[in-house]
């Protein structure tokens, strides 16, 4: 029988100190029809040396650079590695996590000649620093409201936990968004979930997500670009999937979204506290409250913005609660 190809792609930025044990993971690996890709980001450090001996050592390894026409970030990189791919199944990985040896070789054989469109595996989460687990990064990958249930956390996965049929993929015209600098991942599978809640999982971890100081999600929330990217995720849950959502969800990211209102107006990030507060007054009848109440909120809002905005202060303003 031919095994199917499996591309795996891997975005990586200044990651010389920890992507070879995410390669050597993949190396290990007991499915051995794959092809790695590695896209990387710009980096100043040795990735580049370190690639090219993985490279030089085994020719399944490829190392590719973004190319100056893409937007900076991972998932520029993402899109690029998946447009270099072959494989029949498409692996997302990042450079700082690891595979445990039999996660192509499981998934592959669950999914293969099936009708799913992907395969999900549970993820072990690591302390690097503690050099312990921290058990599973989620209980469950699936219950009886997947959609809901992703979007407020009851099921999630991280973006090397999933094995993709690239036919699913192509056929729904499904790429990473390359605007976003935070909550990708959230995204790309929220997105997915409204096409197709397909998918078969495997109840045990077969990836290490490791936390460590110089994780990406982990990075300070300060930044403008993250605090956008959270905000943009939020609003086309709001606005795209408001229909599919019960009330308490829509409320709940609703109040997700205010709270990155807040922040940003007391960061005095303007630009954001503007894109976030327009959204907030035109979707305000999303909120089960009294229209007292939403004419109050909206107040409250705006002068808020033009409180800060001018005297760079008006904490009393964002004293905001919605039950």
């Not at 490829?62 to 520029?76: L, V």
């Not at 943009?232 to 990211?253: A, E, H, P, T």
């Not at 202060?313 to 964002?318: A, N």
Request: charged share 25%; hydrophobic share 40%.
């Amino acid at each position: 029988m031919n095994l199917p190809l499996v591309s795996i792609i891997i975005p990586t930025y200044n990651r010389t100190h920890l992507i070879g044990k995410t390669l050597d993971s993949i190396l290990a690996q007991s499915y051995d029809n794959w092809e790695c890709i590695v896209v990387d980001d710009g980096s100043t450090d040795d990735t580049e040396l370190l690639l090219k001996k993985y490279c030089e050592n085994d020719p399944r390894f490829q190392y590719h650079k973004r190319p100056i026409d893409r937007p900076k970030g991972a998932n520029a990189c993402r899109n690029y590695g998946f447009e270099l791919s072959l494989g029949e199944y498409i692996n997302w990985f990042d450079s700082d996590d690891e595979m445990l040896p039999s996660k192509l070789e499981k998934q592959i054989h669950q999914l293969h000649n099936s009708s799913y469109d992907f395969s999900i595996c549970q993820t072990e989460v690591y302390n690097v620093e503690k050099e312990s687990s921290e058990g599973l990064r989620t209980p469950k990958l699936i219950s009886d409201s997947i959609f809901e249930d992703y979007i407020i956390f009851n099921i999630f996965w991280l973006t090397g936990a999933p094995l993709w049929k690239r036919s699913f993929l192509i056929d729904n015209n499904l790429r990473f968004d390359e605007e976003l600098q935070q909550a990708q991942d959230y995204d790309f599978h929220m997105r997915i979930l409204a096409i197709s809640e397909n998918y078969c999982t495997i109840d045990e971890p077969l990836v290490i997500f490791n936390i460590h100081e110089f994780n990406m999600s982990h990075s300070t929330s300060d930044n403008p670009l993250k605090i956008f990217s959270n905000a943009k995720v939020n609003k086309n849950i709001l606005w795209k999937y408001r229909n599919k959502l019960s009330l308490n969800v829509l409320n709940f990211r609703y109040k997700e979204l205010l709270k990155l209102y807040k922040f940003s107006v007391r960061k005095r990030q303007f630009k954001n506290a503007f894109y976030i507060l327009k959204f907030l007054i035109l979707n305000i009848n999303i909120l089960s409250i009294t229209i007292l109440t939403k004419f109050l909120l909206i107040l409250k809002l705006i002068v808020s913005f033009f409180s800060f905005l001018i005297f760079s202060k008006g904490d009393s303003f964002l004293n905001i609660k919605i039950k």
